[in-house]
C-alpha cells in the first residue's frame, strides 16, 4: 500500500514539473517582453496610445480568438490566461509616436479612469503566442462622453518584422 502511495506521489509530482515546464517554455512572457511588443505594435500600427488607463481591461478569450493559434500556442493562451497578471501598468514604459513632436514619447498613465471628455485607451494582459509571433489583445479607445469610443478583441502577427492586424473579434463601434 505504502509503495502504490509513493508511485502516485511521484507521478503526481512528475505531472505538476511537466506543467510548470510546460509553463515555462510556452507561456512565460516577461514584462520587458510585452513592453516592448506592445510598443512595437503600437508604432507599427500607429495607434497613437497617448493616455493609457494603468488597469488592464478585463480580457475575455472566446474559442473564435484562438483559430489563429497553433495547438501549442493554445496551450501557452490557456496558460497566460489562467495566471495571475499584474493589474496595473507600469509608468514610462508604453510608448506612442507624437505627430505633433515627431518622436516618440511615454504614454500618460491615468489612474483615475473615468474622467469626462479625455479619449482614454483601455488595453488588456496581451496574450502572446510561444514563439512571439501572435499577439491576441483586447484595445477600447474610451472617450467617457457616453457617445463616443471604439473596441474589440484584436489578433497581430508579426510578419517580416512588423506587427500586422490580421484578425478582430467581438469590435464595436459607438
Same mark, same amino acid.
Given at each position: 500500500? @505504502?509503495?502504490? /502511495?509513493?508511485?502516485? /506521489?511521484?507521478? #503526481?509530482? @512528475?505531472? /505538476?514539473?511537466?506543467?510548470?515546464?510546460?509553463?515555462?517554455?510556452?507561456?512565460?512572457?516577461?514584462?520587458? *517582453?510585452?513592453?516592448?511588443i506592445m510598443n512595437e505594435i503600437d508604432r507599427d500600427n500607429n495607434l497613437g496610445w497617448d493616455k493609457i488607463c494603468s488597469t488592464y481591461q478585463r480580457f475575455e478569450t472566446f474559442e473564435n480568438d484562438l483559430g489563429t493559434f497553433s495547438l501549442i500556442d493554445r496551450v501557452s493562451v490557456y496558460f497566460?490566461? %489562467?495566471?495571475?497578471?499584474? *493589474? %496595473?501598468?507600469?509608468?514610462?514604459?508604453?510608448?506612442?509616436? #507624437?505627430?505633433? %513632436?515627431?518622436?516618440?514619447?511615454?504614454?500618460?498613465?491615468?489612474?483615475?479612469? *473615468?474622467?469626462?471628455? @479625455?479619449?482614454?485607451?483601455?488595453?488588456?494582459?496581451?496574450?502572446? #503566442?510561444?514563439?512571439h509571433k501572435t499577439v491576441m489583445i483586447t484595445i477600447t479607445q474610451d472617450c467617457n462622453c457616453l457617445l463616443g469610443g471604439q473596441g474589440? %478583441?484584436?489578433?497581430?502577427?508579426?510578419?517580416?518584422?512588423?506587427?500586422? /492586424?490580421t484578425g478582430s473579434n467581438n469590435s464595436w463601434i459607438s
Open positions: 500500500m @505504502l509503495n502504490i /502511495l509513493k508511485s502516485k /506521489l511521484f507521478i #503526481s509530482t @512528475l505531472f /505538476l514539473c511537466a506543467i510548470a515546464g510546460i509553463y515555462y517554455c510556452y507561456a512565460h512572457v516577461s514584462d520587458q *517582453d510585452r513592453y516592448e497566460q490566461k %489562467t495566471i495571475p497578471y499584474r *493589474d %496595473t501598468i507600469k509608468p514610462n514604459k508604453i510608448k506612442y509616436y #507624437s505627430r505633433r %513632436t515627431k518622436s516618440f514619447q511615454y504614454a500618460e498613465i491615468i489612474k483615475n479612469c *473615468d474622467q469626462e471628455h @479625455l479619449i482614454i485607451y483601455k488595453i488588456s494582459y496581451p496574450i502572446i #503566442s510561444a514563439d474589440g %478583441t484584436y489578433i497581430f502577427k508579426k510578419i517580416n518584422k512588423r506587427w500586422k /492586424l
